[in-house]
C-alpha cells in the first residue's frame, strides 16, 4: 500500500475529495444555475481523477515499456467501476443524495474523454521527453 501512495500521491487525494463532494450534504443554494450543472461536475470530477491517474501513471513508468492491461484496467475501468459504487452508495447509504443513471454516464463521459486526451496528446509527449 505505501508503494501506491508513494507512486500515486495526487491520484490518491483526488479520489478521496471525490467520495467527499459524493457523499457530503450540500447546502441549499437558490441561484439560477442552467440544467445539467451536476453532469459537467460529475464529467469534470471524473475527467480529472482519470487524467490524473493517466498522468501519474505515465509519468512514473516512462523509461519503460507501457502496459496497456494496467492502463486500462488502472485508469479507465476501474474509475468507471468506482462511480458506479459511489453512485449505488448515494442511493442506498445516504436520504440526501441519490443515485442517477445520467450521473454514472456522465462519470464514463468524464473517463473516456480523459483517457483519449492522454492517450494521444500526454503520452507522445511524456514517451518523447524521456
Given at each position: 500500500?505505501?508503494?501506491?501512495?508513494?507512486?500515486?500521491?495526487?491520484?490518491?487525494?483526488?479520489?478521496?475529495?471525490?467520495?467527499?463532494?459524493?457523499?457530503?450534504?450540500?447546502p441549499s443554494l437558490d441561484m439560477p444555475f442552467f440544467p445539467?450543472?451536476?453532469?459537467?461536475?460529475?464529467?469534470?470530477?471524473?475527467?480529472?481523477?482519470?487524467?490524473?491517474?493517466?498522468?501519474?501513471?505515465?509519468?512514473?513508468?516512462?523509461?519503460?515499456?507501457?502496459?496497456?492491461?494496467?492502463?486500462?484496467?488502472?485508469?479507465?475501468?476501474?474509475?468507471?467501476?468506482?462511480s458506479g459504487i459511489v453512485e449505488l452508495g448515494q442511493e442506498?447509504?445516504?436520504?440526501?443524495?441519490?443515485?442517477?443513471?445520467?450521473?454514472?454516464?456522465?462519470?464514463?463521459?468524464?473517463v473516456l474523454t480523459a483517457s483519449l486526451f492522454c492517450w494521444?496528446?500526454?503520452?507522445?509527449?511524456?514517451?518523447?521527453?524521456?
Amino acid at each position: 500500500m505505501l508503494y501506491y501512495i508513494k507512486k500515486y500521491p495526487f491520484s490518491l487525494t483526488i479520489i478521496l475529495i471525490v467520495l467527499y463532494l459524493s457523499f457530503f450534504k450540500p447546502p441549499s443554494l437558490d441561484m439560477p444555475f442552467f440544467p445539467g450543472i451536476d453532469k459537467v461536475a460529475h464529467f469534470c470530477m471524473y475527467g480529472g481523477m482519470s487524467g490524473m491517474l493517466w498522468l501519474e501513471y505515465l509519468l512514473n513508468h516512462r523509461r519503460e515499456r507501457l502496459s496497456i492491461k494496467h492502463i486500462v484496467v488502472g485508469a479507465i475501468l476501474c474509475p468507471i467501476m468506482f462511480s458506479g459504487i459511489v453512485e449505488l452508495g448515494q442511493e442506498y447509504l445516504t436520504a440526501y443524495r441519490g443515485g442517477d443513471w445520467f450521473d454514472f454516464l456522465a462519470n464514463t463521459g468524464g473517463v473516456l474523454t480523459a483517457s483519449l486526451f492522454c492517450w494521444y496528446v500526454l503520452r507522445p509527449r511524456i514517451i518523447k521527453k524521456s
